[in-house]
């Protein structure tokens, strides 16, 4: 069964305190990998597609990386308004189409 | 639109009544998605169209949800005799391509009490 785990449940930082969030994938075939920020109130903002082992993408503080059975979100030097929910999820070949499975998410709080 | 439109924001209904969710996807996405988030959970997922067709409708919990996409565009999902445990933040998203991700509008939270 495709599954996607991610830790930890919930992260507080310090501003400026670097750090990663985990996102460990167990699925039949994997078509792609993505990130998204959600914001209380709103839904899911799309952040990045990964697509095979070994890729890597940034935007602004983020950056983010594949293997063949993870991902990590890296934040560096976070801001209070990066304070977000962090969603994973996977797109599996045994889909067929575009159904995508998500993790439960991270939730980051950055204070002052 | 420019953004993935969801009415009502807000549902709040009592236990065995029928209700309405709509999704208003971004102009030419022919993909659409309904999901469910509960409190603390993961997005479920309940269905997925292509055009006016459903050919996964696997997520949805039981023969009380149904979905239809007319014109390939607008959604509505109807839940019948709602039950408690059908409280939850009800989204929609749109995609034009698969590896795009998708567009998700900001949801329809719903109550039943």
């Known amino acids: 069964e495709d599954q996607v785990t991610q830790s930890p449940e919930a992260l507080r930082l310090q501003e400026g305190e670097s750090s990663s969030l985990n996102c460990s994938y167990t699925?039949?075939?994997?078509?792609?990998l993505f990130w998204y920020r959600q914001d209380p109130g709103k839904g899911p903002e799309f952040l990045f597609t990964?697509?095979?082992a070994g890729e890597e993408k940034e935007k602004e503080r983020l950056k983010a990386t594949l293997t063949k059975k993870e991902s990590f979100l890296h934040i560096t030097a976070p801001k209070p308004e990066d304070s977000a929910t962090y969603l994973c999820a996977v797109q599996a070949r045994s889909g067929g189409y575009n159904k995508l499975i998500f993790g439960a998410g991270t939730r980051l709080a950055v204070h002052p | 639109g420019a953004g993935v439109s969801q009415s009502p924001s807000n549902k709040v209904t009592e236990k065995g009544k029928d209700v309405e969710l709509r999704c208003d996807p971004i102009s030419g996405h022919t993909a659409l998605y309904w999901y469910r988030q509960s409190l603390g959970q993961g997005l479920e997922f309940l269905i997925y169209?292509?055009?006016?067709?459903?050919?996964?409708k696997s997520g949805l919990p039981s023969d009380r949800f149904s979905a239809e996409r007319t014109g390939g565009s607008v959604s509505t999902l109807t839940i019948q005799r709602t039950q408690q445990e059908d409280s939850a933040v009800y989204l929609c998203?749109?995609?034009?391509?698969?590896?795009?991700?998708?567009?998700f509008g900001s949801g329809t939270r719903l109550t039943v009490v």
């Open positions: 998203a749109s995609s034009l391509n698969w590896d795009n991700g998708y567009t």
């Open positions: 990964l697509y095979s």
């Open positions: 169209f292509q055009g006016n067709s459903a050919p996964d």
């Open positions: 699925v039949s075939g994997l078509r792609g």
